[in-house]
């Protein structure tokens, strides 16, 4: 449980410190963050295993050339689906392009291994 209250809380701050640094991404207020932490979340635990697991199929050359770094960008693609998938459901988080979805959930999926880290050990 205290592992989730964390990841929630990390993925709140890291969509407001994303929307600071990124010029194409609007996040309304904390509101509005927090609401796309925890639907993002309940999408990671129902879809982000099934997403990797197929993009883990299609990019398997590169990813077992690369290792942990083409694991890492797996998980970012399949981050920055989830959180187009969440910028339709939340009124109040905005990407202005895909790319902009993608660079931000290339700072989360780190932001996520580092509590996941923290927490766990």
């Given at each position: 449980?205290?592992?989730?209250?964390?990841?929630?809380?990390?993925f709140?701050?890291?969509?407001?410190?994303?929307?600071?640094?990124?010029?194409?991404?609007?996040?309304?207020?904390?509101?509005?963050?927090?609401?796309?932490?925890?639907?993002?979340?309940?999408?990671?635990?129902?879809?982000?295993?099934?997403?990797?697991?197929?993009?883990?199929?299609?990019?398997?050359?590169?990813?077992?050339?690369?290792?942990?770094?083409?694991?890492?960008l797996?998980?970012?693609?399949?981050?920055?689906?989830?959180l187009?998938?969440?910028?339709?459901?939340?009124?109040?988080?905005?990407?202005?392009?895909?790319?902009?979805?993608?660079?931000?959930?290339?700072?989360?999926?780190?932001?996520?291994?580092?509590?996941?880290?923290?927490?766990?050990?």
């Amino acid at each position: 449980m205290t592992s989730l209250v964390a990841s929630c809380l990390a993925f709140t701050f890291g969509l407001i410190v994303c929307s600071a640094l990124l010029p194409g991404m609007m996040v309304r207020d904390l509101w509005s963050a927090f609401k796309a932490a925890v639907i993002c979340g309940f999408l990671s635990a129902v879809l982000g295993k099934v997403l990797f697991f197929l993009l883990s199929l299609v990019f398997f050359f590169p990813i077992l050339i690369s290792g942990p770094l083409g694991a890492f960008l797996v998980q970012a693609f399949v981050n920055a689906i989830l959180l187009i998938i969440t910028e339709n459901l939340v009124d109040g988080v905005r990407f202005v392009r895909w790319r902009t979805a993608l660079w931000a959930a290339i700072g989360l999926t780190l932001l996520q291994m580092l509590v996941t880290r923290a927490v766990a050990g």
